[in-house]
Structure formats: structure tokens, C-alpha cells
């Protein structure tokens, strides 16, 4: 899976990266992607578009989803699930992070409320798939 620059673009980047100083390219070099983390990246993309797909055409899957994760909380405790506290109802969505502007899944207490709680990592990815296939968490 080989990968080649058009004609051109390998002498204009190099061109750049001696006009930029070490520590301005090494960031350049942090934001770029290789394939491998762009197969991963694609691939959680889908899986949260699917769970997205799932919880609108089948609120039984919302449903199921936050049964799954009340039931988290009681084993757990809150504050391994959650990246916040939350008490009561609430309502599950997928939604932009606005420092990465990735998706990601979280909670929000129901009623009027703009607080909007991040599901831990380890628990979103466990979330997203379990229900992202439309099996309703079975």
C-alpha cells in the first residue's frame, strides 16, 4: 500500500521545512496522520455514525443504551464512568468535542439544560461497540 507524492509536492515540502524553524515543523509533524490512524479514525467515525443512525430509527436502542450505562453507574460508581456527575434522568447523545471537534458520546440531564456530561473512554468505546450494529446491546 504504497503511497506517492504528486510530482512537485516532495521538493515544495521540502522547500517549507527549511523556511520553518524545528519546533514549529515538529508540530506540523505531530498533526499528521499516518494510514494506519486514519483506518482507526475512519473506522470510530462509522461505529458512531451507526450508534447515531441506531438511537434515531430505534429509540429502543437509546433506551437499551441508557439502561446500560444506569447500570454502569450502580457497579461502578459515577465517577469511573463519567467524566462529571450527573443525578436523576438523563438523556444520551452523540456530540462535537469543542476543543478536538471529534464526536464523541455523552450525557446530559433531561430537561432544558445545555451541560452536557463526557462518557469516559474506556466506556464510550465499550458503548459504541455494543450498540452500533443495531443488535440493541444484545
Known amino acids: 500500500m504504497a503511497f506517492e507524492l504528486p510530482p512537485g509536492l516532495r521538493e515544495r515540502m521540502k522547500k517549507a521545512k527549511k523556511k520553518m524553524s524545528p ?3 515538529e508540530k506540523l509533524r505531530e498533526r499528521v496522520k499516518g494510514p494506519e490512524d486514519l483506518e ?6 462509522e461505529h458512531l455514525a451507526n450508534l447515531q443512525f441506531n438511537m434515531e430509527s430505534e429509540p429502543r436502542v437509546k433506551e437499551k443504551l441508557k439502561e446500560k450505562i444506569k447500570e454502569d453507574i450502580e457497579s461502578a460508581g459515577v465517577e469511573e464512568v463519567l467524566e462529571g456527575n ?3 434522568d438523563f ?4 456530540e462535537e468535542n469543542p476543543d478536538t471537534h471529534e464526536d464523541q458520546l455523552v450525557v446530559a440531564p433531561e430537561g432544558n439544560v445545555s451541560e452536557k456530561i463526557v462518557i469516559k473512554p474506556a466506556y ?4 459504541i461497540a455494543q450498540f452500533s450494529n443495531g443488535s440493541e446491546g444484545s
Open 91 to 94: 438523556d444520551v447523545s452523540i
Open 40 to 45: 482507526k479514525e475512519l473506522g470510530h467515525m
Open 86 to 88: 450527573i443525578e436523576g
Open 124 to 127: 464510550s468505546e465499550q458503548y
Open 23 to 25: 519546533a514549529a515543523y
